[in-house]
């Protein structure tokens, strides 16, 4: 069942570019933002896509080396020079 949002005090520059990018589109403001939040509470952020590719990779059998094996490298390579 929806259920209504209020964003309150929003900036008069934010509210006049929503209002032109809706009517560009056609739509309401209340059609736009609820476009624009839709594809937001849809979209994966950095941080799930970075998991998924993980749990991905490591089904494939795909493995990395640990943290610690990693650090000890670069500092063998500076090290080195």
Avoid: C
């Amino acid at each position: 069942m929806p259920v209504n949002v209020t964003i309150r005090a929003v900036p008069d520059d934010v509210h006049k570019a929503l209002l032109e990018k809706a009517r560009a589109k056609g739509m309401s403001l209340q059609q736009y933002a609820l476009e624009r939040l839709s594809e937001a509470a849809h979209e994966q952020d950095s941080w799930e896509t970075l998991v998924a590719i993980s749990q991905r990779l490591h089904a494939e059998g795909v493995r990395f080396p640990e943290r610690e094996t990693v650090v000890a490298d670069i500092r063998a390579d500076r090290d080195a020079s």
